[in-house]
């Protein structure tokens, strides 16, 4: 089956535009996970949904960051008012919820998003 | 506050030879370790997990070793192959629910 896509691949935007990023998780997967990797930096958390609810939104890094998802599937990241330092591959992963939390996550291919 | 490390950024390692990747903690309530591969431009791709009540995992030429007394974790590659080369990202679960952390990857090279 068809894995985790994210789209758009490359986004390139000028310092204070908004933007979206799209990840559509593998089918059936319950839980969806928001990462970034900034330049030279390793994988950093940013949220958890299960199902539609987002249990954790701890690595969010400020109130112009917000993510929703719906009917269980899409997610939507959005970062407001963008600033250089929001310039990251922001990936997305996917798993079957297990509440013993020894799931596996797979992620998506990325966004790579430019602030310019 | 770095929970999970990687402290060799990179490795170069011989065709045919052994690749071991290293992976340190500092976290006791991690419970469920993973292993990734990252290409340039992709996602990063599972390898290979392993349980806290286990002490090893095996998969084809990919074992996992894990020594929770001394919150150390590896990943032996054998026979290593030139396909290899990536960024190989430890990672770490269980004291922060689902959310993984992750080490700041080592960097393999298989020469041919």
């Known amino acids: 089956g068809a894995g985790v896509s994210q789209s758009p691949s490359n986004k390139v935007t000028e310092k204070g535009k908004d933007v979206e990023l799209r990840c559509d998780p593998i089918?059936?997967?319950?839980?969806l996970y928001w990462y970034r990797q900034s330049l030279g930096q390793g994988l950093e958390f940013l949220i958890y949904?299960?199902?539609?609810?987002?249990?954790?939104k701890s690595g969010l890094p400020s109130d112009r960051f917000s993510a929703e998802r719906t009917g269980g599937s899409v997610s939507t990241l959005t970062i407001q008012r963008t600033q250089q330092e929001d310039s990251a591959v922001y990936l997305c992963?996917?798993?079957?919820?297990?509440?013993?939390?020894?799931?596996?996550?797979?992620f998506g291919p990325g966004t790579r998003l430019l602030v310019l | 506050d770095q929970q999970v490390k990687q402290n060799s950024p990179s490795l170069s390692v011989q065709e045919g030879r052994i690749s071991i990747l290293n992976c340190d903690y500092t976290?006791?309530?991690?419970?469920?370790f993973l292993w990734y591969k990252k290409y340039p431009a992709e996602g990063p791709t599972f390898l290979i997990s392993?349980?806290?009540?286990?002490d090893k995992n095996e998969d084809g030429r990919f074992t996992v070793f894990l020594n929770k007394s001394a919150k150390h974790l590896s990943l032996h590659i054998v026979p290593s192959q030139p396909g290899d080369s990536a960024v190989y990202f430890c990672?770490?679960?269980?004291?922060?629910?689902?959310?993984?952390?992750f080490g700041a990857g080592t960097i393999l090279r298989v020469k041919s």
């Open positions: 949904f299960q199902g539609n609810s987002a249990p954790d």
């Open positions: 990672a770490a679960s269980g004291e922060y629910g689902n959310k993984l952390v």
């Open positions: 089918s059936g997967h319950t839980a």
């Open positions: 992963a996917s798993s079957l919820w297990d509440s013993t939390y020894q799931e596996t996550q797979y």
């Open positions: 392993i349980s806290s009540i286990k």
């Open positions: 976290n006791s309530m991690f419970d469920y």
